[in-house]
């Protein structure tokens, strides 16, 4: 943030592009240090109603690397890094110190620019700045390497677990049509109809859960800074949901649960893309189905919360999330202990979150142990 240097006021003979005179003004982000700061930023203001100079004040807190570099032991701190020699001005009295070394500064500064002149050269008044920023530049980039390699590692480790994982449903499936195909290619062989209707079930089935791990996989495979191409229209997510929910009636009969409904007939459509919600949807219901234990109930219900915006909530009867992992959930690949043996990579919830903004809206969890989760999220309503 560079604090004003009076470029509006008139222009006069120390108006120049590049200071003699460099200042750096450290500050932080304490309520009890504010007051000070204004006054040090007002006294700062002042004297470059006499003398202009350079002056950038700095975050400690986003720029630790800088703090290291000038040794800093406390803020507010001044430090002048040009003319040199530097020095560096701190303690609850800095604006009593920078009153007493003021007048050399700028007669240090006043002196470089009449040699400047005389002698007709371009110094290099701005290589401390420049140094500083390089350095910054330096620790950004280390930082940004750090993660590119956290991204990397998890990406090899998604791919084996994907390699791995995908041979139990594709084998599964592949069994069901083998022997649909047997049965087929042997006519004195009768296979009974509701024995053929449960080997296609259970191939779709199979080739649902590799979709599945696909879809998840190619999402997370964009990295977490990437942005959704949007493909917006209006969407009436009474008409998705029911439609979703049919295709799941059969696998919550087989655990014998409860599906409660409540979807008002008179909801406004919603501004979102309907794939992308879709996949909401199914990561939602997925999970709501898989953790709640057979006999439970699973709910779904949409409300239209406020004039601009629309929930849709997924309930089950499950073991619940702890409290303080809520917020975790929704991290890419991160996954609670009880749950390393179910399938999955930790990836759903993540995306969820990551189509949910993108659309502008938000999602979050409802939960208490062994009393089941809801989930939430919201979208715009189209108007």
């Not at 080997?199 to 649902?208: G, W």
Request: net charge negative; with cysteine; charged share 25%.
């Amino acid at each position: 943030m560079l604090i004003p240097n009076s470029s509006q006021a008139e222009p006069n003979s120390n108006s120049r592009s590049s200071k003699s005179l460099q200042l750096l003004l450290f500050v932080d982000e304490r309520p009890s240090s504010q007051e000070h700061i204004k006054r040090i930023q007002s006294h700062l203001q002042s004297l470059q109603t006499e003398y202009l100079f350079e002056l950038e004040a700095i975050n400690v807190g986003e720029h630790p690397d800088l703090v290291e570099h000038f040794r800093l032991i406390a803020t507010p701190a001044l430090v002048k890094i040009h003319p040199q020699p530097r020095q560096i001005l701190a303690g609850s009295d800095l604006i009593d110190q920078l009153k007493q070394y003021w007048n050399q500064w700028k007669y240090d500064a006043q002196t470089q620019e009449r040699d400047r002149a005389e002698n007709s050269a371009e110094p290099e008044i701005r290589y401390s700045l420049d140094k500083i920023r390089f350095r910054d530049e330096i620790f950004r980039l280390k930082k940004e390497k750090e993660e590119l390699l956290e991204q990397l590692q998890f990406k090899d480790q998604i791919l084996a677990m994907l390699a791995h994982d995908l041979r139990s449903p594709l084998t599964a499936a592949s069994i069901a049509v083998e022997t649909i195909e047997l049965t087929q290619n042997q006519p004195d062989v009768v296979p009974r109809r509701d024995f053929a209707q449960q080997l296609c079930r259970q191939a779709r089935a199979q080739l649902r859960v590799m979709n599945r791990m696909i879809t998840d996989i190619l999402q997370a495979s964009r990295g977490n800074q990437s942005q959704f191409q949007l493909h917006c229209h209006p969407l009436s997510l009474s008409n998705l949901c029911e439609g979703m929910l049919a295709e799941f009636r059969e696998r919550m009969q087989r655990k014998s649960l409860t599906l409660e409904i409540d979807i008002p007939q008179d909801l406004p459509k919603v501004y979102a893309d309907e794939e992308l919600i879709r996949q909401v949807l199914l990561n939602l219901l997925d999970n709501a189905l898989k953790y709640t234990p057979e006999c439970g109930t699973i709910n779904v219900s949409i409300l239209h919360r406020t004039s601009q915006k629309v929930q849709v909530s997924v309930c089950d009867t499950g073991p619940g999330i702890p409290e303080g992992k809520r917020d975790r959930v929704f991290e890419g690949h991160f996954r609670l202990k009880r749950d390393e043996a179910q399938e999955g990579y930790g990836l759903g919830l993540a995306l969820c979150r990551k189509v949910i903004q993108s659309h502008f809206g938000q999602i979050w969890v409802d939960s208490a142990s062994d009393c089941g989760s809801c989930f939430h999220f919201t979208l715009p309503v189209y108007r």
